[in-house]
């Protein structure tokens, strides 16, 4: 059982910075990989970024060289720091983690926290 909490979320500028946090509360034994996904309207949802364990990282295209994820093992959390903030970057942006053994595929994931980006 993984219960994940955002934060961070806001309305601001393009041009602007915000930084979105994420806790996995619970039993999060095991958590080998978080990272955030978003969607907006009338979007699919699309992977962000992605953080194993050991640091290793993957950006969406669209965010590649703007937003760095982060994350801290011992307090099960992950971040995003969103810099040179788009129009295009609103969305509902969700936390996301994986758990490797001995629960091998399970998935969980928050409930949102919306970024707003205004032109």
């Known amino acids: 059982q993984v219960q994940l909490v955002e934060s961070g979320g806001g309305l601001v500028q393009a041009g602007g910075s915000l930084r979105l946090s994420c806790a996995a509360s619970?039993?999060?034994?095991?958590?080998?990989?978080m990272g955030w996904y978003r969607q907006a309207p009338g979007n699919q949802r699309e992977r962000v970024a992605i953080i194993t364990t050991n640091g290793s990282t993957n950006y969406a295209e669209s965010v590649q060289g703007r937003f760095t994820i982060s994350r801290d093992n011992a307090k099960n959390s992950v971040f995003l720091q969103m810099n040179s903030l788009k129009p295009e970057d609103t969305a509902v942006y969700h936390c996301?983690?994986?758990?490797?053994?001995?629960?091998?595929?399970?998935?969980?994931w928050g409930q949102g926290t919306s970024v707003t980006v205004s032109s």
């Open positions: 996301y983690a994986r758990r490797g053994w001995p629960y091998t595929g399970r998935e969980y």
């Open positions: 619970g039993s999060p034994f095991s958590v080998n990989a």
